[in-house]
């Protein structure tokens, strides 16, 4: 334990702060409950992203039915499919594609209430590319201690499919023979693992929670070879870590809280390095891919309301923070999980509203690009000017934005209307005295607007 700790240390002073221009704007985002009503959905949802649409699985009720809730690419909602009924579970569910179009959900439990131990744990239902789902009577594994997970780990390696359940149990495959399992908890005690994998190496990584003698958040290397064991200084709810991979890039991350020192961190499992994002005593923070390699980041608590970031491609800026405001009569925020593959993050929080409706809650957060602008004496008939010329640029986490529409407005009227180059620039001339400036608002598919004021 004294070389983990020791790698704990050297993290937290390779850690650097990263400093956003303003402070959190205000979203207008507002969020939806899943499945509506209080139908309590499990401890877990399963997620996975296929063309235009994103499956959301959940269980609702006791015993449960288990619902696809299906959601279109502005995060509006499908026709909705059941899986399964009558599950006995405790809320664990996992969900993974595979190349040939089929897909394979995890569920922790029983296929019905009543079930002995032997015929509980890992259950798992499949659907072809044709379409439909069935249960596979051949896979079944972790027994009685499988069954009471409350949170799966889910990925793919290869074509075969790979599952985490407790303290570090991990399963390879769809067989129900658990002779290869793996334990990689080195002391008392663990839970709710998470697993990705690399898209560059193919190595699958695992995070959870520890509540032993290394208090925080473990993560290693599980596959094809095991890597070294490090310990992060997390805090020890379900919500106090996320683990993701990069989409098109090659690395793995893990958001975390900082108890101590009150800080939300982002480690690089691949260069063991550490950055701050934003300081304050949140109990969530979470990362999820998104395209270009870049990483969506959530954090809040129940006080101030969840905040929301998306990096640039090399994850070293960050775009303007959004503050997406919890629903009224909140009691508490437990966990988030998300999905950002499309590009905007389709955000999911675990909440209780009042005493007693416990459910998740869905919110569909766009990128936020920023505009600039820099200006000069626009001169006119005999070197006098008479108004100014205008550059504008927009850019994501730093990134120019091409394409991107610029209307520049005043009292109503359109003054300007430019397009962005590959350079994220733009230019016109602004002729005559505008009282008060006038307002600049760029637009670019799948980004939240952007408005500035140029000029007084």
């Keep these: ?46 997620l996975l992203r296929e063309g235009g649409v994103l499956h959301v699985v959940s269980e609702e009720g006791v015993p449960s039915t288990i619902v696809d809730h299906q959601l ?29 179009g089929s897909v394979r959900l995890f569920a922790a439990g029983g296929t019905r209430p009543g079930l ?86 193919g190595a699958v990584v695992m995070a959870w929670l520890s509540n032993g003698h290394q208090s925080g958040t473990y993560v290693k290397q599980v596959l094809p070879t ?58 969530v923070a979470k990362a999820f891919a998104a395209p270009e390699g870049r990483l969506w980041m959530l954090w809040g608590d129940a006080n101030t309301g969840v ?20 629903p009224s009569n909140l009691t508490a925020f437990y966990n988030a999980q998300g999905e950002g593959s499309a590009g905007p993050l389709d955000a999911f929080a675990d909440l209780l509203i009042g005493t007693t409706n416990r459910g998740f809650w869905h919110a569909h957060i766009l990128p936020k690009d920023s505009l600039s602008y820099r200006s000069a004496p626009y001169p006119t008939g005999g070197g006098k000017s008479r108004g100014e010329r205008v550059e504008f640029t927009v850019t994501d986490a730093g990134d120019p934005v091409k394409g991107a529409i610029i209307v520049v407005a005043h009292g109503g009227k359109t003054l300007l209307n430019l397009r962005t180059d590959a350079n994220g620039h733009a230019s016109g001339a602004l002729l005559g005295n505008f009282t008060g400036g006038v307002r600049a608002t760029a637009s670019a598919p799948g980004y939240d607007n952007a408005i500035i004021t140029v000029g007084k």
């Design 1 to 46: 334990m004294r070389i983990i700790a020791a790698v704990v240390l050297a993290l937290l002073g390779a850690a650097t702060s990263v400093a956003f221009a303003a402070a959190p704007s205000s979203s207008s985002v507002r969020w939806t409950e899943i499945g509506g009503g209080g139908a309590r959905p499990g401890t877990q949802l399963g």
């Design 307 to 326: 905040f929301a970031t998306r990096s640039n491609r090399r994850v070293t800026k960050w775009e303007p923070v959004q503050r997406v405001p919890l």
């Design 226 to 283: 095991a890597g070294p064991l490090v310990s992060l200084p997390s805090g020890q709810t379900e919500g106090s870590f996320g683990l993701t991979a990069r989409i098109g890039a090659p690395g793995t991350f893990v958001a975390y809280t900082g108890p101590t020192d009150q800080t939300v961190r982002l480690y690089n499992v691949t260069a063991a390095t550490t950055q701050i994002v934003t300081k304050g005593p949140y109990r």
């Design 72 to 100: 279109n690419l502005d995060g509006g909602t499908l026709p909705t499919v059941t899986i399964a009924s009558n599950f006995d579970g405790p809320g664990g569910l996992g969900l993974v594609g595979f190349a040939d």
């Design 116 to 201: 002995p131990s032997n015929l509980s744990g890992i259950n798992t239902y499949v659907r072809t590319p044709a379409g439909g789902w069935t249960l596979d009577p051949t896979a079944l594994w972790g027994g009685a201690v499988a069954s009471a997970a409350s949170f799966i780990g889910a990925t793919v390696l290869g074509n075969q499919p790979v599952t985490a359940w407790g303290g570090g149990v991990v399963h390879v495959g769809a067989g129900s023979s658990t002779a290869a399992d793996q334990t990689y908890q080195p002391d008392c005690c663990g839970a709710s693992p998470q697993l990705v994998t690399d898209s560059s190496t």
